[in-house]
């Protein structure tokens, strides 16, 4: 690792991280209820230690579903109870194609639906999402050294093949 992020704990689904005043999490399956207790724990310490605010990153890993309603909706609760803590969060969809457009509209619809109380950005690249945490840190944290932070994090975390899929026979109207 190249900075002193530190990893809180993770499991096969995910991984939770912070470094200075960011929380960082990456998804890989759609989390449980089971997992906000850590992070909802882990959030209002990080807050406690910077009275001036903290600001988040989810990183959401290629074929990640959305959580269920419960996971949503106490995500949000834990979210709200931060209050002015949560200077923002900015969250960015891992991959190309139509799932990681697809999901970055259904986060866009989600936050004009459902406005928080704090700024949020859905992201398309590490680099576009270290520009947004340097917005909502006050320029305090430079984006080389976020982008270093996202870096360390995702090796912390390092992907996995996806399986491999059975070929289909093609039909007539495929060739």
Avoid at 25 to 31: H, K, Q
Avoid at 47 to 52: K, N, T
Avoid at 86 to 113: H, K
Wanted: with cysteine; glycine share 6%.
């Amino acid at each position: 690792m190249n900075t002193d992020v530190k990893i809180l704990g993770q499991d096969a689904s995910h991984i939770r991280a912070e470094w200075r005043n960011l929380y960082a999490l990456v998804y890989r399956e759609s989390p449980t209820l089971a997992h906000m207790d850590p992070i909802e724990r882990e959030i209002k310490a990080l807050s406690q230690r910077f009275p001036e605010g903290i600001a988040m990153c989810v990183i959401i890993e290629p074929g990640c579903s959305a959580p269920p309603a419960p996971v949503r909706q106490r995500s949000a609760a834990v979210l709200d109870g931060l209050g002015k803590s949560l200077l923002g969060s900015a969250t960015v969809p891992e991959g190309d194609g139509i799932w990681a457009a697809s999901m970055r509209s259904m986060l866009v619809g989600v936050a004009l639906v459902v406005p928080s109380g704090y700024p949020q950005e859905i992201c398309r690249s590490p680099e576009e999402t270290a520009a947004a945490l340097n917005k909502f840190l006050g320029g305090k944290a430079p984006i080389a050294d976020l982008q270093n932070v996202l870096a360390d994090v995702r090796a912390a975390f390092p992907k996995v093949a996806a399986p491999e899929k059975k070929t289909k026979k093609k039909s007539w109207w495929q060739w």
